[in-house]
């Protein structure tokens, strides 16, 4: 009985590996990485398609966020949008999904993946684009609405904190363009005003930057193309050969990596908390409710096994633009890796919270066992350790950093060089003719 036992016990420990697998989601697509920041696109995108851990089931959303990513970059805009429509169906029905119970004892890791805040936003803006580049203005108007529903939900998670990121000033300019490229300037100015405000008023940390150098221009334009009243000093600049807009994205987003913290729990005044040095994380549980002779020293060290956003360097610190004998600089948009941290650390001591309550009531659960059955309460406390594991997903094809420029057109064709700060060259052909023009191009 003692050999068979141990027998069951070590199956359960190499189960429990095999589950949980080997390494960070970051060492499982490091391949694909190194063809994107090659250049070789097809290359990246065959080995998204064939890649095993994406094909799982709980990491379809990934899969399709980051195909549709990697297709933008490969000129296949009815593709890239195939899939990013598919992704974007998925985050609706995961917002749903994760407002119900899925079980507060199941690792995040083994859930569906469920895209952050800023994610959800920078996929209207992939598809967004991808409409403008096949001249389907009518689609990047439905984007830019969806950018509107995605920022009040993002805003309503967090009740409207002003210290926590919420609404976006990006999404918000984002949608100005697309409404004044489509010459609806009354919503363009609402959005290019609603921007303005967020600038002004957000304290998150997230947006470092002070107002984009054109944001005012934009304001006193549209506000006069629409008949409005806008009290400010700047002229009006009209563009009547139409403006490309030429979005620098640079970097790579931050990855997840993982570590272990170690937690006790205490009581003290009546309430639980975890304790780890210095940090304390109350808990609105009561574990003594099914059992009033609890202890919390009956649960010992809780490991925790965490993730974390590291940041990554960039290599290109600058770039500018030259446009008949003229040069002009980017201006940052949105600093994704600061938004990536920002998140992180507004969801800190909530998520540290739901964790550790979760591997609790695992220790619960094996202590409950182990009175009834030794050896099975072994058991399940190997498998709960082998398969603990933390969740290190997110969507690592981002840039860093989006930084963008307004180029005013003369009329004909128009020869755009961009040049970076290591010297590598860029050039766009965009005949000025009245129209608004978006461009994209990236760096590592």
Same mark, same amino acid.
């Given at each position: 009985?003692?050999?068979?036992?141990?027998?069951?016990?070590?199956?359960?420990?190499?189960?429990?590996?095999?589950?949980?697998?080997?390494?960070?989601?970051?060492?499982?697509?490091? &391949?694909?990485?190194?063809?994107?920041?090659?250049?070789?696109?097809?290359?990246?995108?065959?080995?998204?398609?064939?890649?095993?851990?994406?094909?799982?089931?709980?990491?379809?959303?990934?899969?399709?966020?980051? /195909?549709?990513?990697?297709?933008?970059?490969?000129?296949?805009?009815?593709?890239?949008?195939?899939?990013?429509?598919?992704?974007?169906?998925?985050?609706?029905?995961?917002?749903?999904?994760?407002?119900?119970?899925?079980?507060?004892?199941? $690792?995040?890791?083994?859930?569906?993946?469920?895209?952050?805040?800023? %994610?959800?936003?920078?996929?209207?803006?992939?598809?967004?684009?991808?409409?403008?580049?096949?001249?389907?203005?009518?689609?990047?108007?439905? %984007?830019?609405?969806?950018?509107?529903?995605?920022?009040?939900?993002?805003?309503?998670?967090?009740?409207?904190? %002003?210290?926590?990121?919420?609404?976006?000033?990006?999404?918000?300019?984002?949608?100005?363009?697309?409404?004044?490229?489509?010459?609806?300037?009354?919503?363009?100015?609402?959005?290019?005003?609603?921007?303005?405000?967020?600038?002004?008023?957000?304290?998150?940390? !997230?947006?470092?930057?002070?107002?984009?150098?054109?944001?005012?221009?934009?304001?006193?334009?549209?506000?006069?193309? !629409?008949?409005?009243?806008? $009290?400010?000093?700047?002229?009006?600049?009209?563009?009547?050969?139409?403006?490309?807009?030429?979005?620098?994205?640079?970097?790579?987003?931050?990855?997840?990596?993982?570590?272990?913290?170690?937690?006790?729990?205490?009581?003290?005044?009546?309430?639980?908390?975890?304790?780890?040095?210095?940090?304390?994380?109350?808990?609105?549980?009561?574990?003594?409710?099914?059992?009033?002779?609890?202890?919390?020293?009956?649960?010992?060290?809780?490991?925790?096994?965490?993730?974390?956003?590291?940041?990554?360097?960039?290599?290109?610190?600058?770039?500018?633009?030259?446009?008949? $004998?003229?040069?002009?600089?980017?201006?940052?948009?949105?600093?994704?890796?600061?938004?990536?941290?920002?998140?992180?650390?507004?969801?800190?001591?909530?998520?540290?919270?739901?964790?550790?309550?979760?591997?609790?009531?695992?220790?619960?659960?094996?202590?409950?066992?182990?009175?009834?059955?030794?050896?099975?309460?072994?058991?399940?406390?190997? !498998?709960?350790?082998?398969?603990?594991?933390?969740?290190?997903?997110?969507?690592?094809?981002?840039?860093?950093?989006?930084?963008?420029? &307004?180029?005013? /057109?003369?009329?004909?064709?128009?020869?755009?060089?961009?040049?970076?700060?290591?010297?590598?060259?860029?050039?766009?052909?965009?005949?000025?003719?009245?129209?608004?023009?978006? &461009?994209?191009?990236?760096?590592?």
């Amino acid at each position: 009985m003692f050999t068979k036992t141990i027998k069951y016990c070590l199956y359960v420990l190499v189960l429990g590996v095999v589950l949980s697998g080997c390494g960070t989601y970051y060492h499982k697509t490091n &391949r694909t990485e190194n063809a994107l920041l090659n250049g070789n696109y097809e290359k990246a995108e065959e080995l998204t398609v064939s890649n095993k851990f994406l094909s799982r089931k709980r990491n379809r959303l990934l899969y399709f966020l980051e /195909l549709g990513k990697i297709q933008h970059l490969n000129g296949e805009y009815e593709a890239s949008n195939l899939s990013l429509n598919a992704a974007d169906d998925m985050m609706d029905d995961y917002r749903n999904i994760f407002e119900m119970a899925v079980g507060v004892t199941v $690792n995040p890791s083994i859930q569906p993946y469920q895209a952050e805040p800023h %994610e959800q936003i920078l996929v209207h803006y992939y598809k967004a684009l991808n409409y403008m580049q096949l001249g389907n203005i009518e689609e990047a108007i439905v %984007e830019a609405r969806r950018i509107d529903l995605s920022q009040s939900k993002n805003d309503d998670l967090i009740n409207s904190k %002003e210290k926590k990121y919420g609404k976006d000033p990006f999404g918000m300019m984002l949608m100005g363009m697309i409404y004044e490229a489509d010459n609806d300037f009354n919503n363009a100015f609402i959005a290019y005003r609603n921007a303005k405000k967020i600038y002004e008023e957000n304290k998150s940390g !997230a947006f470092l930057t002070q107002n984009p150098y054109s944001l005012e221009d934009d304001l006193v334009r549209t506000a006069s193309y !629409a008949g409005m009243n806008y $009290n400010s000093s700047r002229e009006i600049v009209r563009h009547p050969n139409g403006e490309a807009i030429i979005f620098w994205e640079n970097g790579i987003a931050p990855i997840k990596e993982q570590k272990d913290l170690f937690f006790t729990l205490n009581k003290a005044d009546g309430k639980f908390y975890f304790q780890s040095d210095n940090i304390f994380v109350p808990v609105d549980y009561d574990f003594e409710k099914n059992d009033e002779d609890f202890k919390p020293s009956d649960i010992g060290i809780i490991r925790l096994a965490w993730s974390y956003y590291v940041q990554r360097p960039t290599r290109i610190a600058t770039a500018s633009i030259s446009h008949n $004998n003229k040069k002009m600089a980017f201006n940052l948009i949105e600093d994704v890796s600061a938004i990536a941290f920002q998140v992180e650390k507004d969801n800190y001591l909530k998520n540290l919270s739901k964790h550790l309550l979760r591997l609790t009531l695992k220790k619960i659960s094996e202590l409950s066992l182990s009175e009834q059955n030794e050896y099975a309460g072994l058991a399940l406390n190997i !498998a709960n350790a082998a398969t603990e594991k933390a969740d290190t997903r997110n969507w690592q094809s981002l840039p860093s950093q989006i930084h963008y420029v &307004r180029v005013p /057109l003369e009329k004909g064709n128009n020869e755009i060089v961009i040049t970076t700060s290591t010297g590598e060259k860029k050039v766009f052909q965009i005949q000025g003719n009245g129209n608004t023009v978006f &461009r994209n191009f990236v760096t590592y």
